[in-house]
């Protein structure tokens, strides 16, 4: 493991890895549509296969040694932290995670879990790409880049534990603002806590069940990707068109039309400033 991650202690005689598709005392919204049901039968199915079939087996945390590009994402670290600091400028005015993705309602419901998209399920934010050129060519260092985002946890913010959506991608988090004390900014990934560092990558499952805090009084900011977790034939296959289907279901749509209206109020904001001066 990295240097990044404390385990906490296991039994001497631990149980195979498992994964629970689902997550105590959160429900799923509601989503009445037939489409969705359908589609989410299916992704359960092919969250088995994905298990079945995970090249790199199923940890929650992984050695960063396994994937070979993410040194060359952290080499990038410094270019990033720069483009990063002219988007926090206009921090107040970045939008809450569950004002883009609602489903995320079920997990945060305040103010302090602020996004800065680039890419969200394959789709590109063209006009914040062209604000971050570094980090978007930092990215493309990435096999099966999906989400790319500044993901940013105000003071005193606390995600519940939960689990991700599905197991067909992995998460990587890069430490960009890390504040002190470290043991009160963590995250928890079935059962290892995890402390960020800056510079440094942490990849992980968020199929299984994670929670996150930051207690301190200063900003936390990581660079928040995932992608294609790495799987052999037939899960492969399925996992490609799932992933690529995903984005005609309606939650997805959803979030993707209010991310390109928060997009065009921000620039609009921000041209109209330029031409008062």
């Known amino acids: 493991m990295t240097d990044i991650i404390a385990n906490t202690p296991l039994p001497e005689k631990s149980a195979p890895e498992t994964q629970d598709f689902a997550t105590a005392g959160i429900a799923p919204m509601d989503r009445p549509s037939a489409i969705t049901r359908f589609f989410m039968g299916i992704v359960a199915w092919a969250e088995g296969l ?3 079939y995970a090249k790199l087996g199923n940890p929650p945390v992984y050695d960063n040694n396994v994937f070979p590009w993410a040194k060359e994402v952290e080499k990038a670290w410094p270019e990033i932290r720069a ?8 921090q107040s005015e970045l939008p809450s995670f569950q004002e883009i993705s609602t489903d995320v309602q079920t997990i945060s419901k305040d103010n302090r879990w602020k996004t800065f998209f680039l890419v969200g399920f394959g789709v590109k934010s063209e006009q914040n790409i062209q604000a971050c050129p570094e980090t978007w060519k930092a990215v493309q260092k990435i096999p099966g880049l ?9 003071p005193g913010k606390h995600l519940p534990a939960h689990r991700g959506p599905y197991n ?13 004390p470290a043991d009160k900014l963590a995250i928890r990934v079935k059962d290892q806590i995890c402390h960020w560092q800056e510079g440094k990558a942490l990849i992980f499952d968020d199929a299984y069940e994670h929670e996150a805090w930051n207690h301190t009084d200063k900003t936390r ?4 990707i995932d992608f294609v977790k790495p799987l052999r034939f037939p899960a492969r296959l399925i996992n490609w068109a799932l992933l690529n289907l995903a984005i005609f279901t309606p939650f997805i749509r959803e979030g993707l039309d209010n991310h390109k209206e928060w997009e065009k109020k921000f620039y609009a904001q921000a041209e109209a400033l330029r031409n008062r001066g």
């Open 50 to 52: 994905n298990f079945k």
């Open 83 to 90: 483009e990063l600091d002219r988007v926090l400028v206009r």
């Open 168 to 180: 067909g991608v992995l998460r990587l988090h890069l430490g960009m603002i890390v504040p002190e």
């Open 221 to 224: 900011v990581v660079l928040f």
């Open 146 to 154: 999906k989400t790319a985002m500044f993901s940013i946890f105000e």
